[in-house]
């Protein structure tokens, strides 16, 4: 048993140590996810450990060992909680404020509870809905929600990438991109709220899994390449979508600081949005990232809808541009950064 035990304590430590490791295969990326579930485990084998007697210089290096990887997840993990410092400030409406309302949710393409939608779109009733894996038949049993909305973009697919748009809010401008493969559509939609014009980017690259890619390079690329546009498009825009990423991953980290964006998240919480059936098996792969001309009214994790994802709706409202908290990119970083978008690009081409 003890044996196991070695082990057990081993592989965490590992899966700790192997993100670290620059490599884009899914075997290494994977370990990206589960930072707090590694966490908790390390914890209970640190307590474990410490009632062990007669231990030998090797039991207390590896104590030493999990001791350090415990100091390094709480550390990688505190700015999403609320001990962490906040990348934009929450607010009350003033009078005569109307708030920015948009929901988001992969709806899992194999799901038939389209009922179970309709009826949550009809509750929060959303100025802007963005819908993930859907096909024809997800955009046709949904209409009688809607079909209330006047405003709409519809690239149904049967390969689990196609998408939908809704708004109550009129469309002055918007592209249907495939950034890195003809097979994966993006959005970029200008609606005009309050007399503004908010550019909206919807994402849901691939995720570094066998079954669908065994790489995140791809993945990595398209988020990047939408944080460059962002940050050059330099006014009030929301970057959406399911990611297929981690808030605490080196590709997100990257993310806001080449766009200078800013997470909600940090100083909140994790709003866990998948997976939905496996209570201790879930992380944020759906987000939300705004410039700094916003100010967060509401963010919350909505009831299922018998996806493997929880819809995720947020409430926001223009304010004076506050930059503070924005994070920048170093020079090494700004080469990693363009490395990624570079490998991105070719290997979509080859593909």
């Not at 908790?40 to 231990?55: P, T």
């Not at 994966?184 to 503004?196: G, H, K, L, M």
């Amino acid at each position: 048993m003890i044996y196991v035990f070695y082990s057990l304590s081993i592989f965490l430590i590992a899966s700790v140590l192997v993100p670290f490791i620059k490599s884009d295969h899914w075997t290494i990326r994977v370990f990206d996810y589960p930072r707090f579930q590694k966490l908790v485990l390390i914890i209970i084998s640190f307590i474990i450990w410490l009632f062990i007697e007669d231990k030998t210089i090797y039991d207390d290096f590896i104590l030493g060992l999990l001791g350090i990887c415990t100091i390094y997840l709480f550390w990688v993990i505190i700015p999403y909680t609320p001990l962490g410092k906040k990348m934009i400030d929450q607010v009350e409406l003033k009078e005569n404020e109307v708030p920015f309302n948009l929901l988001v949710t992969n709806v899992y393409q194999d799901n038939t509870q389209y009922q179970k939608l309709v009826n949550l779109i009809e509750k929060t009733s959303p100025d802007v809905i963005f819908l993930l894996e859907t096909n024809q038949a997800w955009m046709d049993n949904i209409k009688s929600a809607t079909n209330k909305y006047e405003y709409k973009i519809e690239v149904p697919l049967e390969n689990t990438y196609g998408l939908l748009f809704y708004s109550k809010l009129p469309i002055k401008h918007y592209e249907v991109n495939y950034l890195i493969s003809t097979e994966i559509p993006s959005i970029v939609v200008d609606v005009e709220y309050n007399n503004e014009i908010i550019r909206l980017y919807g994402l849901h690259p691939t995720p570094p899994v066998p079954q669908e890619n065994e790489e995140s390079t791809e993945r990595d690329a398209e988020i990047l390449i939408t944080g460059k546009a962002a940050k050059n498009y330099g006014k009030a825009c929301i970057v959406f979508g399911d990611m297929n990423d981690v808030a605490w991953s080196r590709t997100t980290r990257l993310f806001l600081k080449t766009s200078q964006m800013l997470d909600p998240r940090r100083g909140r919480g994790m709003y866990n949005t998948f997976h939905v059936k496996y209570w201790f098996f879930r992380w944020p792969l759906d987000h939300y990232f705004l410039s700094s001309q916003f100010r967060l009214i509401d963010m919350k994790i909505e009831d299922s809808i018998d996806s493997d994802h929880f819809p995720i709706s947020i409430s926001v409202v223009l304010r004076k541009d506050d930059t503070s908290g924005e994070m920048r990119l170093d020079a090494e970083e700004k080469q990693e950064a363009k490395e990624k978008i570079e490998d991105g690009i070719e290997k979509g081409d080859a593909n």
